[in-house]
């Protein structure tokens, strides 16, 4: 008898281990919405009750032919994998192709795995095993038929059902202007079409850290990377009229090569707009001007009642890897030009500040006619104009931040300090 308990016990854990969370099945449990880019998926009559598939109503997504369409679904939580770690749907397909489940998130993680598709005209039955992948990090389900092709078609999709989800942590949102140097903040970089980007020690300054994009030999002429990950920045980049432009310094290996910046609304990415700029110098840093009021050619004209809050960057635009050979660039200091004005486009030295933790002031060694504080994640907090070599900190709030100081002659000093 206790040989009997001992196996039905684990039994029923093995059952509680791997339960599955019924995602949507188009019928009485659509629990998550199935979203989709350029469109999602509708609830229809199943068109072949038969098989393995015998249900009233399922899922029917009519892909268009937009290279990267996709189906999605945002949680209201971060998927537990000690529930299970696998995914698993029920699709049906007209040809045979390749499909992608991926795992976002908002801070710009991820994890995907592909399953091919041979059988066509009935319903097939699709796993996605995510064993080993981190528990309570993402909250979106990124869904792909017929991965990267741009085909229309349409295909029918049915009892979604995975790992469950718990409460997710806030998004961290980063804000301009970004540099790299705060080692606990998630920039949220996000590679695609074959860029490997990382966040790394400036190999010309050993005291500043930059972001590192090498566009490898695979990559196509479209491959970029995004800062800020998918939940975008936490406000819009303030474009009005006259002012439309931003800067980045950049570190290229040679000069002439074509650097595009995208801006969008991470809700929304058909709301965009792209520009170029033009490497001037090799193997040394430059600060590139993107004005988004001469938007790249075939691209969306600036549209000033969008929320433009997410930053893609694409290097040597246009070329794809197997054409121009592995190539590694740097960037750093992203930021909007307000007023025709960026501190980038000074020199700027790292200075220090004493004292340091400070409670109530601090002092510079220089004297100033700017001074700017910003937080750690970007946010512009304290701005005065003025020659004393003393500034009050005493409003505020405890933590870290930056602060740039702009003397008489343009030299721009930087300088970290903690508030207690």
């Known amino acids: 008898m206790k040989q009997v308990f001992t196996f039905l016990a684990l039994f029923i854990g093995i059952i509680t281990v791997n339960a599955q969370y019924i995602y949507n099945d188009f019928d009485d449990n659509q629990n998550e919405v199935v979203m989709g880019w350029p469109n999602g998926a509708t609830t229809v009559a199943n068109p072949d009750a038969s098989g393995i598939n015998t249900s009233a109503n399922v899922g029917e997504w009519v892909r268009s032919g937009e290279q990267w369409a996709h189906m999605y679904m945002e949680l209201n939580g971060a998927i537990d994998f000690t529930t299970g770690t696998t995914f698993e749907l029920k699709g049906h397909f007209?040809?045979?192709?390749?499909?992608?489940?991926?795992?976002?998130?908002?801070?710009?993680?991820?994890?995907?795995?592909?399953?091919?598709?041979?059988?066509?005209?009935?319903?097939?039955?699709?796993?996605?095993?995510?064993?080993?992948?981190?528990?309570?990090?993402?909250?979106?389900?990124?869904?792909?038929?017929?991965?990267?092709?741009?085909?229309?078609?349409?295909?029918?999709?049915?009892?979604?059902?995975?790992?469950?989800?718990?409460?997710?942590?806030?998004?961290?949102?980063?804000?301009?202007?970004?540099?790299?140097?705060?080692?606990?903040?998630?920039?949220?970089?996000?590679?695609?079409?074959?860029?490997?980007?990382?966040?790394?020690?400036?190999?010309?300054?050993?005291?500043?850290?930059?972001?590192?994009?090498?566009?490898?030999?695979?990559?196509?002429?479209?491959?970029?990377?995004?800062?800020?990950?998918?939940?975008?920045?936490?406000?819009?980049?303030?474009?009005?009229e006259g002012q439309t432009s931003m800067t980045v310094s950049v570190w290229s290996p040679e000069a002439g090569i074509p650097v595009r910046l995208k801006v969008e609304d991470a809700g929304d990415p058909t709301m965009s707009v792209e520009t170029e700029a033009m490497t001037t110098v090799a193997e040394a840093w430059e600060v590139l001007t993107f004005d988004f009021s001469n938007e790249a050619t075939g691209t969306a004209a600036i549209n000033f009642d969008y929320n433009y809050n997410k930053i893609s960057i694409f290097f040597n635009f246009g070329i794809t890897g197997a054409e121009a050979g592995e190539q590694t660039y740097y960037w750093d200091n992203v930021e909007f030009l307000e007023d025709g004005v960026s501190i980038s486009e000074f020199s700027i030295e790292e200075f220090t500040v004493y004292p340091n933790p400070a409670t109530s002031y601090i002092n510079l060694p220089t004297g100033s006619n700017d001074i700017k504080i910003y937080s750690i994640s970007g946010t512009m907090v304290s701005e005065s104009r003025s020659s004393d070599l003393s500034v009050d900190v005493s409003e505020l709030s405890k933590g870290a931040y930056f602060i740039y100081s702009q003397n008489n002659d343009g030299k721009v000093y930087h300088s970290k300090f903690i508030k207690q």
């Not at 091919?116 to 909250?139: P, R």
């Not at 500043?208 to 939940?231: C, F, M, P, R, Y």
């Open 94 to 240: 007209p040809i045979a192709c390749q499909t992608l489940l991926k795992l976002e998130s908002a801070d710009g993680a991820f994890v995907e795995v592909s399953v091919d598709v041979t059988t066509t005209g009935e319903w097939v039955q699709l796993s996605y095993d995510f064993a080993g992948a981190e528990s309570g990090i993402y909250n979106k389900v990124v869904i792909f038929f017929d991965f990267a092709v741009s085909a229309d078609n349409t295909f029918y999709i049915d009892d979604i059902q995975g790992p469950a989800f718990n409460d997710a942590p806030p998004p961290t949102q980063i804000d301009l202007p970004i540099n790299f140097d705060d080692e606990n903040l998630n920039y949220g970089l996000i590679d695609f079409g074959g860029n490997a980007s990382s966040i790394i020690v400036d190999p010309e300054n050993t005291d500043n850290k930059v972001a590192q994009s090498i566009k490898t030999d695979a990559a196509e002429l479209w491959a970029g990377t995004t800062v800020g990950g998918n939940a975008g920045f936490a406000n819009p980049i303030p474009f009005v």
